[in-house]
């Protein structure tokens, strides 16, 4: 019976170590994100070509893109807008 209280005495000192070391690793872990994010704050790059505005559609492929809709839609469907994706 003794080994027992013991065995279950060094279980549950085992378990609240290893508890409170996660909880000291958690809390490092957050207070180093929050010094690097306000010694050392990420570089905002403005975007280049987000200020020329979208590229312009040649108009025969505006056409041909109006076109392979009609087709496949039967009628019934309608080109509404067309942007290039990066």
Known sequence: ?????????LMVV???TVFC???????LGKG???????????????D???AQG????????LAAISAAVTVVTQGKGKVAKVEKVK
């Open 54 to 61: 979208p590229a312009a559609i040649p108009g025969n492929i």
């Open 32 to 46: 180093l994100i929050l010094l690097v994010n306000k010694y050392a704050p990420e570089e905002v790059v403005p």
């Open 48 to 50: 280049k070509k987000g």
């Open 1 to 9: 019976m003794e080994n027992i209280n013991t065995a279950l005495m």
């Open 21 to 27: 070391i996660l909880l000291i690793v958690i809390y």
């Open 14 to 16: 085992g378990m609240v």
